[in-house]
Each structure stands twice: as C-alpha cells, then as structure tokens.
C-alpha cells in the first residue's frame, strides 16, 4: 500500500511543469511561454552585469561611483577611497590625492596637512616651509623670504640663520645678534644684559659703560679700568704709586695715601699725613705759616670795570711808583678790580699802596678768590690795615687761587686809585 501511494506521487510530479532557469539579469518563461532576454546596461537604474554599484564601476561602466555605492578599488569612486566594498567620501586622510589636495592627502583648501620636501604643490601655502618652486615643494633656506625651519624671523635666528636684530622675534639669546632676549624679542643692547656687546671691551664694564672693569679684565684704554691703568696687553692692571694716574688710596698722582711719596704744596689731600712740609687745609696740602715773600708778578695781567682814559688796570702790577690805575669816576658800590695770577697761588696776605690820593682808597671792599674766574662763595675773611698808605690785608688762613677780584661795598665821592698790588705767600 505505502508502495502504491509512492509512486503515484513521482508520477504526478513528472507530468507537473515547472518556469525555466534563466541567469541573473536575463527574462524567464513562466507557465511554458518565454520572452526576448534583456542585456544589462548602465542606464537601467540597476545593479546588474559587472557593475560595482548600480549603473556605475568602471569596469561595466565608463562612470565612477558616488560615496556609499559598492566598489572593487579606488578606481570604482569619484574621488574617495575604497573601503570594505563601498566608495568612501573624500579625506585628508585616505591615502589618495584628491579633492583639490596637491599631493597625497596634502596641500589644498580643505585644511589636509601642508606638503613636505619634494611634494607637489600649487603655492607656497601648500608646503610645511618651504617655497614652491616649479610645483615641487623646496627645502626651507636663510634666503628665501619666509620665517621658516627653525628661523624665528624672517631668514634670521635658530639654529643655521643668521642671528635677528633689535625688535625680531626670537625663542633664547642665541637668536638675536649680540643683544638679550626678553618676552620673545630681541631687546636693545645694554650695559646690564650679561652679554658682551656694544663697545664693551668686557663683560658690562669698559667703552661707553659707567661701570668700569675690574682687575684683570679686557680694556682698550686706561678709562675702561676702574684702576684707571691698561697695560700693553690690553688688561686692567692694579693700582700701582708709579703709575702717573690716580687711582688705588691716592688724594693726588702717585702720592699720599698707601704711597711712600708725601704730597706737596697745592696737591689735594685727606689728611696731614698725606703732605709733605705741609698741612692738609680744605682738602690741600698748604703751608702752615708765611713767609712773608712777595709773589712774581711776571706775566700777570689785570683788568677792571672802570678805568680812566690816562690808565691801566695793568700800571697796578708793573712796578713803577710814577705810574698808578684810577677809575676816573666817584666810587659806585660793585666797581670791581681783578687779578690773573695765570696759576693757582698760595698765599696770606695782600698789600695796596695808594700813596699818591690816600683818600682814593674805599671805605668798604670784598676780596674773593677763583682758580677759574667765577665766584660764587662768600667773600673771603680777612683783616684790614692801612698805615702811610698801604693797607695790608691778612687772611685767618692760607689762601688758594688764580684769580683775586676787589669788589667795592660802599661809593664815595672819590676816583679808586692803586699804586702798587703786592701778593705774599
């Protein structure tokens, strides 16, 4: 029975009719009537035949595949990458050269990396430094007008350039030439920035630096060292009391202080021990005592504020009693009568004779010193006399100057007439 049951069964599936097989892309006949086949092609909105993605691949088709289509290779996409069977979007970062990139994923507007050395390019933009020369990107230079390598300015600073001037920008000292580099600039040389330069002749100290070198140090000129002394070799050499400049403990050239030679007459001083046959007064050495002699005269000149038409100032130096100086005018308060002793004199007394009109003599006068001409201290103290003629003038201590003006303090009705000037050490 089940045998029966079977083989009715194969009989009724061979009597049965069945559509025929037809390959992927092609018709089929369906109920036993067919239809003409239909040849695939990249136009009819599938994918079918050798297409990649639909009606696009390049080996079906003339025409690459957008993002997202299916691909067998880079050459299957219209510009991105092929990823895992599908055209990828276009990156910085897939290997290709694309977009408007000038080189493999470098170069362009889209923000991809700049271009190394030997790289395409379409402008200097497009490398990482260097110039684009003839689409190739170059190697950075010293010369070629851009701040790049390790430039940190303008073809100046880092490690090969030549070194940035005042006002560039650098990163360390090495950067900038000879001067400090201070909050990323080169800064102006100066006497305190801890580099030799300007006209140093060392370190801060020498040239145009108020600071002078020290000992041992490099100079150019004895006013380079503080000891005031360049040796022939060009270095600061120690004070020394043979030395003719004055430096180490002296009050004046190589004497007093730790020298063994004493100062004399009109050397500056600090104390008495530091002159010779004399005392240290006012900071100079002077003698203690007059000695009564007059000075020469030779070669003094003398002038005055008024003088009459038949005199000279002069006639009051020359010697000759016949012959004597006037103003030719009543005495005014601040007529003047000056001396020029042509050197800084010592000296405690001064004798005028005015024998001829004893009357002519003031009533009132101030007597000033100056080694230079100006005065601007207090007359000096002094004590007047006058006998047949002559007052004398003394002083309560030595006096030093080369010029000595007279300055009348009171008028009278009476010319100021002089004799004879005498000035006494």
């Known amino acids: ?78 510009g991105g990458a092929c990823v895992d069977g599908f055209c990828q979007a276009e990156s910085c970062t897939d290997e290709l050269k694309n977009a408007d990139e000038s080189d493999e994923d470098c170069g362009g507007q889209q923000g991809c990396k700049r271009c190394t050395v030997g790289q395409h390019c379409s402008s200097t933009a497009d490398c990482d430094g260097g110039q684009c ?43 900038c030439d000879g001067v400090v580099c201070s909050k990323g600039e080169c800064q102006p040389a100066g006497c305190g920035d801890e580099l030799w330069n300007q006209d140093e002749t060392d370190l801060d100290c020498g040239g145009s630096c108020a600071q002078k070198c020290e000992d041992e140090h490099r100079c150019k000129i004895g006013g380079d060292c503080q000891s005031g002394v360049c040796s022939n070799a060009q270095v600061c ?20 202080g730790s020298c063994s030679t004493k100062c004399v007459v009109l050397d500056a001083c600090n104390n008495d021990n530091d002159c010779a046959d004399a005392s240290c007064i006012d900071k100079r050495c002077l003698p203690e005592s007059t000695t009564g002699q007059a000075l020469s005269r030779i070669k003094w000149t003398a002038r005055a504020s008024h003088s009459s038409v038949n005199s000279t100032a002069a006639e009051a130096l020359d010697g000759n009693t016949l012959t004597y100086w006037t103003t030719g005018a009543a005495q005014a308060r601040l007529m003047w009568f000056e001396i020029d002793m042509q050197t800084d004199q010592v000296f405690f007394s001064i004798e005028i004779d005015c024998v001829r009109q004893a009357d002519d003599f003031p009533d009132g006068i101030d007597v000033a010193f100056s080694s230079d001409g100006t005065y601007s201290g207090a007359p000096a103290k002094a004590n007047f006399a006058t006998k047949t003629g002559t007052t004398v003038i003394t002083f309560t201590k030595p006096q030093v100057g080369r010029f000595i003006r007279f300055t009348l303090t009171e008028g009278k009705d009476k010319w100021w007439s002089i004799d004879e000037i005498r000035v006494k050490q």
């Open 1 to 78: 029975m089940k045998l029966a049951a079977v083989l009715l069964s194969l009989a009724w599936l061979s009597a049965c009719s069945f559509p025929e097989y037809r390959p992927y892309g092609g018709e089929q006949s369906i109920g036993g009537t067919s239809s003409t086949p239909v040849e695939p092609s990249c136009e009819d909105g599938k994918r079918n035949g050798d297409e990649t993605g639909k009606d696009c691949g390049m080996l079906a088709c003339s025409n690459t595949c957008p993002v997202g289509q299916g691909c067998g290779g880079e050459e299957d996409c219209s």
């Open 237 to 256: 050499a120690a004070p020394t009391c043979k030395d003719d400049v004055l430096n180490g403990d002296e009050p004046t050239v190589d004497c007093g």
């Open 133 to 175: 020369t003839s689409g190739l990107c170059r190697a950075p230079t010293c010369k070629d007008g851009l701040p790049n390598g390790s430039e940190t300015d303008l073809d100046c600073g880092g490690d090969s350039c030549v070194p940035c001037e005042v006002g560039q920008v650098c990163k360390e000292a090495r950067d």
